[in-house]
């Protein structure tokens, strides 16, 4: 008998709870992509070429790449559309050189693709390096801004407007396990990946009632030129710390980003690791469905205590490394 | 059974030990109890917040000050309020410090020599500028510049500061951020991630810096009652001034104070009231510990946090609803 009213009084709390923490907003799951314009910047290599591959070939969308590098542009456009040309457009365009540059581009897009405005906007275009603070110079501090930060703003800005007049939209902005965890050699990666989610947790508040949903992505090293780029001037710290996670095929990355985006996720994340980081981290971030709340507050306090017992090994790693460096000197 | 008991015992005193051991905190910052003669640089201390912290390291510690800001006018207002009797404890030097390395590096060798050769002991790194605006009303130029004088103007100012304070083997970096640098709010796209980008910085900077014996202070004060303030209200949107509303202002005086301490300890957050202590509590993710109340703490309650934000965040998206104007 008691028993009988125990339960009936939790599972009231329960729905009770359940009400007044229920998502903040429903997008609606776009599952046909079939003709729906993307735009990719940085799309020529790397996981922006992958998500061009998947979507022109696997949902038949229209995708344009925007990239600065003429020649890899030209690559993709052989590799991905040798006979289907016209879904695919790639423009030379640097997106963090002007807001008018990006403007034209993009309506140039459009136009391109039948008058299509754009429904998808994939925010990739980012440098990186590994590198210490003391190393990097205050140019490379500003070359980072302007391209992983200003650039995905003037992009954001300039597809905003054709999102609003479809009444719906997706911006999609990649970022980084780094952009969750501060980690020695990457003060200039972090500082731009850390805003991409500051101006995502903003800007969502403004575009939910518009029917516009953001996608903020955190993949971990991922198996692209860009990462074999990186790893030839990685100082030892960063490689070490580095080594505790895996690195993941561009494919993959691609291919929940793309899930992840059809749903209206707020986070895409990758792996144990990723979905512990993505609890650790989520703050004040919005929820879509009610299992990431449940995890989320069940997971929380645990991942801070692994995540402490994770930072201690890395300040040991990098305090062991300097006492090397003294001995030699 | 009485064996049973003691081997219980044992066994639970080994696992607390084990445990204190792997979440010991990460670095052990001194405590710096006289402030005498330290030479405190203080970027946007003309007014504000800066202009209290100024005050205070004048007044009651002795300090050594020097303050860099753009405005001429108002850095001489501020000299002749702080220092009436032209002590030369405090400098005042007119400089953008977003405007290039190479001129916050003349400017901090100005102020080194000025200060008798004493180098920098603590950076406060407080210039910003601040306005609530709509992502689409904010334009591009806008964005660019709030990232130059919010983060590049400060890691400008840190990168000349830390070769002096490695070389000394101690040095206290203090990042003024903003509880809008912990959530993202309606009309704070660009201020925002201008704030978090501040914390991905301090958080990947004190793994570098811990072993260098310099510590950074990460500061989040709310809504502070200063010049600034003021003028951003004028302008602030329905949406977000409903949305502040939920919490209170601070004196100047009082955000200062806080300051000074959490710098003098070396604690990583310094934050105000029990919002904002809770609020950096639900924030912390990968941040450093200095103490074991910390961890403790927010191992147990995150969880809870994160209920009550998600509560609260659906109150602000609703807010933001009603108030959709239609075109």
């Not at chain 1, 990649?174 to 101006?199: P, V």
């Amino acid at each position: 008998m008691w028993l009988i009213i125990c339960a009936v009084i939790i599972i009231l709390i329960l729905l009770v709870l359940f009400y007044l923490l229920r998502p903040m907003y429903r997008p609606t799951c776009l599952l046909n992509l079939r003709d729906i314009h993307v735009v990719i910047t940085g799309g020529s290599s790397g996981i922006g070429k992958e998500l061009a591959r998947q979507l022109l070939n696997e949902h038949q969308a229209r995708v344009t790449i925007l990239a600065r590098n003429q020649k890899r542009l030209d690559e993709c456009q052989q590799e991905l559309a040798p006979d289907n040309h016209e879904r695919l457009l790639c423009l030379s365009v640097d997106i963090s050189g002007s807001y008018s540059n990006v403007q034209k581009a993009i309506e140039q897009a459009c136009q391109y693709h039948g008058n299509r405005p754009v429904s998808i906007l994939i925010n990739n275009a980012a440098v990186f390096f590994a590198k210490t603070f003391d190393e990097t110079t205050a140019d490379e501090f500003e070359q980072m801004v302007r391209i992983n930060y200003l650039g995905a703003v003037f992009c954001t800005k300039a597809c905003l407007s054709s999102m609003h007049q479809l009444g719906s939209g997706r911006i999609v902005l990649i970022s980084s396990q780094a952009g969750q965890i501060g980690i020695y050699g990457y003060t200039s990666y972090c500082s731009t990946k850390f805003a991409l989610k500051g101006l995502a947790e903003s800007l969502q508040m403004e575009l939910a009632r518009d029917n516009i949903y953001v996608t903020v992505v955190y993949p971990p090293d991922t198996d692209t030129p860009g990462l074999a780029e990186e790893n030839k001037t990685k100082p030892i710290e960063t490689q070490l710390i580095n080594e505790t996670s895996g690195v993941a095929s561009a494919e993959e990355v691609a291919r929940k980003i793309i899930k992840s985006t059809q749903r209206g996720s707020f986070s895409c994340w990758y792996g144990i690791n990723g979905f512990l980081l993505d609890c650790l981290t989520s703050g004040a971030q919005p929820i879509t469905n009610t299992l990431e709340l449940i995890s989320q507050c069940l997971t929380v306090g645990l991942a801070r205590l692994i995540i402490v017992g994770l930072l201690n090994t890395f300040y040991t790693i990098t305090r062991k490394r300097n006492s090397n460096k003294n001995k030699t000197n | 059974m009485l064996l049973g008991i003691i081997l219980a015992c044992i066994g639970a005193l080994a696992l607390l030990t084990i445990l204190i051991y792997l979440y010991r905190p990460l670095y052990h910052p001194k405590y710096l109890e006289d402030l005498y003669d330290y030479h405190v640089l203080i970027t946007g201390g003309s007014s504000g917040i800066g202009k209290e912290l100024a005050r205070l390291f004048l007044n009651e510690y002795g300090c050594r000050v020097t303050i860099l800001a753009r405005n001429v006018e108002r850095l001489e207002e501020c000299r002749r309020e702080l220092s009436p009797n032209l002590s030369d404890r405090l400098l005042c030097l007119s400089v953008d410090i977003s405007q290039s390395y190479e001129q916050v590096q003349n400017a901090i060798e100005h102020a080194i020599h000025h200060h008798q050769d004493k180098p920098i002991d603590i950076l406060i790194n407080n210039a910003a500028i601040f306005y609530a605006r709509p992502f689409h009303q904010t334009k591009p130029e806008e964005f660019a510049e709030m990232m130059r004088i919010n983060y590049l103007g400060s890691i400008y100012c840190t990168q000349v500061c830390l070769s002096s304070m490695k070389r000394r083997g101690s040095g206290r970096i203090v990042f003024i951020s903003s509880q809008a640098g912990q959530l993202g709010v309606f009309g704070y796209t660009s201020y925002c991630s201008t704030k978090f980008a501040l914390k991905g910085l301090a958080e990947s900077l004190q793994m570098e810096l811990a072993r260098e014996n310099i510590y950074i202070t990460l500061v989040f004060p709310p809504d502070t009652d200063t010049p600034g303030f003021k003028e951003e209200n004028k302008t602030k949107p329905k949406e977000t001034q409903m949305i502040n509303e939920t919490s209170g202002v601070l004196t100047a005086g009082q955000v200062a104070k806080k300051i000074i301490q959490s710098t003098r300890k070396g604690s990583f957050t310094c934050s105000y009231g029990i919002n904002g202590f809770l609020l950096t509590c639900l924030t912390c993710g990968a941040q450093p510990v200095t103490t074991f109340s910390e961890i403790i703490f927010q191992s147990l309650f995150i969880g809870l946090l994160r209920l009550i934000m998600l509560r609260v965040l659906n109150s602000f998206y609703r807010l933001v609803r009603k108030h959709k104007q239609i075109p």
